[in-house]
């Protein structure tokens, strides 16, 4: 700090100096704000992982026998809802506090509009040691947004065991094309042919000598994320607890690991855990506009290949939680573990690359490990990925901006959950973020019914629209649909959503 | 340094300037090619995605690449040349080396093309191969042959007689003429890639 001030900006600090004074004296404070708590807030996220295939949330395979445990002193969410089907708008919005089709962030690798760039969960905890790491490359693609507001961001490569790292570094201005640049001339894997015609063979041979001895310890294959970019779970979470250690404080922590996010590649330990087990989800009919033309038997087996690496990610958080009780940290940091979007096996669909609105793409799990809590909570209640934000701001005593559109989580609300609220999710992939919503999957969730509306898809066929009912608590399969049956019910809630959709595409109009 | 100017000393006697820059423009048709190939293949969906501009970048580098590949393989063909005896004049020898660069070159994007066009051996012949208890042992060894006759009958060749010479000369000179146009597409190349990683 410069401290030859000239005579001019003395008195400029001693004016605000002395109006600092006053305004302290008189009280002249937002009376809402509570006091600021100095706790950490370390917020956890699993990529892909549906609550739909959680054993803490009734699924039939064990797939979380360490969330379970853990689960006896957390608030369990069951009920929890991503913003959309994917990572851009899922992550976005719980990073933001808002809903897709306000942040903007929908399409593939999107961004939020640049109204949220300091709209995030980093920006409204200044005070807090703000550190990120993902794997993903999509989440990184938001993380660059809020740079600003963050003290550490750790580039992906970081946990990579081999990776394009040099690639990033050498083109920081282009980095997108020069990285796709580089996969399409010299990764002949990821599509089955490459720009580069005897390199690429050169190449794949030096990048399998560097992992091959880690071959043995995953049978299907080491997790990977944009064909060779390896990364192990259990070397990330390693490294994160103990960089949580040497951490100034209060810290906040965002950390988004791949894992179960497609490749299903698990640990030899979980390797064949629930293949042969006769286990068979319950028939769903294939969905005949959004169908991918998987086999049943196909879904099967990858319902499998994800149910066992699961249990890899769970034997993971399960540690780093283990490593963080260990070391004393639990006793003054929030905990959250959550997802960013679901994953299916149903219906022809497999993975989340889909315009459905499915139960198993858009619910999530979301736990709360409270410093000191040691009994478990069960909220049954509908929430939103929307409503972490002004939940943990209310946690430490800090405001909540007006932009959040979530509120804040049961039991912490100062007032009962609102049976009435509605609650939102939606893809809008081929929709151009800067124009109205017209090619759109919506969903609005009121008390047990849940409303989707599909418009805007060719494949709909000449309507170009779709919508579905659901009574989720009579059928949490959604195997009957109800809107020719409950007419008033989808009546009210297709106004709802229109109203919503208007209000929404009115900016872009 | 005294070895490495003794290599050079033994490298360009070995070989004409003129001759290695015929072997370069050779060595680069094909990868340029099917760079161009491939990136247009890709320009839409980069369109469509992202933006005109970003497409041209993406084959920007691409071009850049080949012109990479280019040299190592041109440098690995040079050194290979070394090892050829000299009793055979330098067009011989650089006839030689294009064609084998060439040979490798097309025997990669046949094998890619294969993929492309999803192309399967005909059921007959798999089934032969299952049939015989080894299957993958005489596929290795079928396309082993397969390649070594689209070597080793040609190579001679260009080292005995004038015609093959004479062929193999004019056929690399049209593509060494196709190249030049390619080495200023990768001058293009640079300067984009420049302008994308500045601006």
Redesign the interface.
Known sequence: MDSNLDRREFLKLAGLLSLGYAIHSKGIAPAAVPQARRENILVVVYDALSAHNVSLHGYRRDTTPNLARLAERAIVYHNHYAGGNFTTPGTASLLTGALPWTHRAFVHDGKVSDSFVSRSIFHVFPDHYRIAYSHNPLVNTLLGQFKEDLDEYIPQERLFLASDGILRALFKNDEDIATVSWARTIKRQEEGYSYSLLLSHLYERFRERRIAGLKPDYPRGIPHISTDNYFLLEQATDWISSRLRELPQPFLGYFHFLPPHFPYKTHRDFYGKFQGDGWQPPDKPVDFAFNQGKSQERLLEWRTWYDEFILYADREFGRLFDHLAASGLLEDTWVVFTSDHGEMFERGISGHLTHALYQPVIRIPLMIFEPGRDERVDVHTPTSAIDVLPTLLQLVGEAIPDWVEGEVLPPFGRRSPDPERKLYAQVARDNDPTAPLTHASLMVLEGSYKLTRYFGYGRLGEARERIELYDLEADPEELNELSTIEKNKTEELLIELDDKLAEVNAPYL | MKRFAAFTDFFLKRYSRQGLWSLFLTVAF??HT??LV??FR?LSW?TE??NAW?AV??TA??LI??FL?SL??FAVAALLGLFVSSKWEENRRIAALSFLALN??LW??LG?LA??LDFSLPEELARILIQSGHPVRFLYAGSLALVLSTVLAPTWLILRSDRMLRFVRAFTGRLSLMSSFYLLFDLAALVI?VV????
């Open positions: 094909v990868p099917w760079t491939l990136a890709d980069v995605r992202s970003d970048g993406l580098y691409g690449f080949a590949e190592v393989i490798a070159f990669a994007a890619q993929f492309l890639v994308r990683n500045v601006t």
